[in-house]
């Protein structure tokens, strides 16, 4: 098992900055060896939508919405990763999500799997 903790969330003005963090951590015992970190967000009333992807090679994506606004940046030996937002507008109101993937090993088995955090309210006021 993976736990993510997400932090940074809040309230901002429009053309604002918030730095989203995410945590992850493992249970004693258990080995998962990460490769993407990315987040999400999901917004009133729409579906969840990817922001920012990152991979353990150093590779990182951002929504053509977000770009040149927000980077993605993770520290691996700590397993963080972070989401700078600046500039930011009403319309990025939502819930921003944490998503880990990677490859879980246990009895001998190597499988994919998936994690995401509980989310962190960010509402950008006009």
């Known amino acids: 098992q993976v736990q993510l903790v997400e932090s940074g969330g809040g309230l901002a003005q429009s053309g604002g900055s918030l730095r989203l963090s995410c945590a992850a951590s493992?249970?004693?015992?258990?080995?998962?060896?990460?490769?993407?970190m990315d987040w999400y967000r999901q917004a009133p009333g729409k579906q969840r939508e990817s922001v920012a992807t990152?991979?353990?090679?150093?590779?990182?994506n951002v929504a053509d919405s977000v770009k040149g606004r927000f980077t993605i940046s993770r520290d691996n030996a700590k397993n963080l990763v972070y989401l700078q937002m600046n500039n930011l507008k009403p319309e990025d109101t939502g819930v921003y999500y944490c998503?880990?993937?990677?490859?879980?090993?246990?009895?001998?088995?190597?499988?994919?799997?998936?994690?995401w955090g509980q989310g962190t309210q960010v509402t950008v006021s006009s």
């Open positions: 998503k880990v993937a990677g490859t879980s090993y246990r009895s001998g088995r190597f499988d994919p799997n998936e994690y």
């Open positions: 493992g249970s004693s015992g258990s080995i998962f060896m990460i490769n993407a």
């Open positions: 990152s991979t353990n090679l150093g590779r990182t």
